[in-house]
């Protein structure tokens, strides 16, 4: 069964501070999906990122970057220089194929992230 | 404009009574999802389906029930026998169905309180 590890639990930082938020996911498979989503205090998630198994490349986005290592089954994500707007929670997700071949996500369990000015 | 929309925002309901959650999409979107979400659990899959009048359970579908007879419906039925259903309930859909290549987008929520 698949597995999403986000050990982290509350981070709090000061503005203009970089934060990194880790995450750890398990699977036999070796065809997957990765993704990072935001929930601000609104409550709607936001899509922030996907990354399929096959693409190790990391990537930036403005003040966002993650790092995919195979070797240590991470899917990790940095904030450069945090704004009070990062504040929120942040959930990795984890995709693979279910009998049948219908997809589902695997979430863990959240990291709130708490950016103070 | 294209999204999701969950209604009502906030639900109260009394012990044992059944209570219908809904979301509605104009992404012309063929998958819709169901998820539970409590304090520190992370989100938990209810049901889902990938195809009107089809649908499968989740992870935590006892206590649930859906229906999909619209591609843009997929409301879900909190019944009495669910044992602990205060939680956050998100709804949310996407287009790749079958596949791995699964970006979901989420509506807004609906909190549930069971008084």
């Known amino acids: 069964a698949q597995k999403v590890t986000q050990a982290q639990t509350e981070i709090s930082v000061v503005e203009k501070e970089d934060v990194t938020l880790d995450c750890v996911y398990e699977?036999?498979?070796?065809?997957?999906?990765l993704f990072w989503y935001k929930q601000p205090p609104s409550g709607e998630l936001v899509f922030l990122i996907r990354?399929?198994?096959?693409?190790?490349q990391n990537e930036i986005s403005g003040r966002y970057s993650w790092n995919f290592q195979k070797s240590t089954s991470s899917f990790n994500f940095t904030i450069t220089a945090s704004q009070v707007v990062d504040s929120a929670v942040y959930f990795c997700?984890?995709?693979?194929?279910?009998?049948?071949?219908?997809?589902?996500?695997?979430f863990g369990k959240g990291i709130t992230l708490s950016v103070r000015p | 404009d294209g999204g999701i929309t969950q209604s009502p925002k906030y639900l109260f309901r009394k012990e044992g009574q059944n209570v219908t959650l809904s979301c509605e999409q104009n992404?012309?979107?063929?998958?819709m999802y169901w998820y539970r979400q409590d304090p520190g659990q992370g989100l938990r899959l209810i049901y889902y389906?990938?195809?009107?009048?089809?649908?499968q359970k989740g992870d935590i579908a006892e206590g649930y029930s859906v229906s999909r007879e619209k591609k843009e419906s997929f409301p879900l039925t909190v019944t009495s026998a669910q044992k602990n259903p205060t939680a956050f309930y998100l709804c949310?859909?996407?287009?790749?169905?079958?596949?791995?290549?699964?970006?979901?987008?989420f509506g807004p929520g609906t909190r549930l309180t069971v008084l």
């Open positions: 389906s990938q195809i009107v009048n089809d649908f």
């Open positions: 699977t036999r498979d070796t065809t997957y999906y």
């Open positions: 992404l012309n979107h063929d998958a």
């Open positions: 990354r399929n198994s096959f693409d190790e």
């Open positions: 997700a984890l995709s693979e194929a279910d009998v049948g071949a219908n997809s589902k996500l695997t």
């Open positions: 949310a859909s996407s287009t790749e169905t079958g596949t791995l290549y699964n970006e979901q987008f």
